[in-house]
């Protein structure tokens, strides 16, 4: 079987040790020769670099293995570019959660005016990339799960056209374990019907390759109990804001019980309730819960590696749930025709939807790219908040190209997490003043 070379770039990531461990777990599947990672901050990426070159000596000699803030060592001759940046690291994803809170406003990192000001940081970041991977390295695919993806994704809809980029979000596999966890079933042995935006979604279908269909029997569940399970079934969303985001989803479910909801839809449906919720504590959002859980861990187990010279016996726990990424990879390289859930151009998968709208929905993947597979129309209270939702994200890229303040200030103003323009405007002031080292200049 053939061998590939991988370039995973934000290489300092509290996410990388677990994306390394997954890619080591599935070599029989998707067998590696040289890996690079690649990050412009030289020191947090140098101790996850040393860490992991130490690992990889112990566990597998036999791959490649460096790390380098050189865009040309990092990328030059690489098959594919897995990308998690995140442009300003946490201190700007703490900023993104409680300059909202001065307005009345939730503060998410992905959704409303956080996810706005980390789109606009992240926009710059991955044209960055994109281009030193199309220099180096032509036929290279990226596969990207950088947040906020939505934004991320119509970004380069509009200024990487004919680019090798393939989008995807780990949210919807995470849920699928879920569901699978409530219906006694694998979820490799599912297969799902959704339609939506990213973070902004549902389930129409839950079938097994039987043709069984459990999605009846999932609402049951998620109508007393969310997406909660028995027995926990990934490692990246088990921290109580999370398990509070899976009770939600019952509320959710509510509103529109047609259709299993992505969870993320309780800040568009719930505001008021997640603002209520983090103003109990605005000092300690989810930002200091992950630098003071998942970041210190990960940084902690890098320091005793190096310390030791070695990972016996201390090592970091495997991304299991991330195995989508080999599935991707795999089916690029491969022709599998696999079957996932990708944001992607619209152009009729959904039927009564703009063809330029950047969507989530099912997939096959092979070695030209992901194929939508069409999902119908949709019915009207979904569609429209689609729509209001897209126009943000539309009206946000385009600030970014035209430097544009009235159009974020309209972007902000039509977000349905926004309460009115006035409000929209004074978050946007402040938010540009706390952005300046990152976002382009607006006029």
Known sequence: MREFSVVIAGGGSTFTPGIVMMLLDNLDRFPIKKLRLYDNDEERQGILGKALKIMLSEQAPNIDFDYTTDP???FSNMDFCMAHIRVGKYAMREKDEKVPLRHGVFGQETCGPGGIAYGLRS???????????EKYAPDCWMLNYSNPAAIVAEACRVLRPNSKVLNICDMPVGTLR???QIIGKKPKDLLVRYFGLNHFG??????????NEYIEKIKDYVSENGYLTQIEVDTQHM???????????????AVAPEFLPNTYLKYYLYGDYVYEHMMEHPEYTR???VMDGREKKVFDHAKKIIENNSADKI??????????????ARAIAFNTQERMVMIVENNGAIADFPDDAMVEVPCIVGSDGPEPLAQGQIPTFHKTLMY????????????YVEGNYQKLWQALTLSKTVPSAKVAKELLDDLIEENKDFWPKLK
């Open 72 to 74: 040309v060592e990092a």
């Open 202 to 211: 549902w389930w129409t279908s839950i079938k097994d390759k039987e043709g």
């Open 123 to 133: 926009i710059t970041g991955m044209l960055e990339i994109i281009d030193y991977m």
């Open 287 to 289: 930002a200091n819960e």
């Open 239 to 253: 921290d109580l804001s999370w398990q509070e985001t899976h009770k939600k989803a019952k509320d959710l479910l």
């Open 388 to 399: 209001q939702q897209v126009m943000v994200e539309k009206l946000v890229v385009e600030a």
């Open 178 to 180: 879920r569901m699978s």
């Open 315 to 328: 090592g970091f726990d495997i991304d299991s749930h991330a195995t989508f990424i080999v599935d991707l």
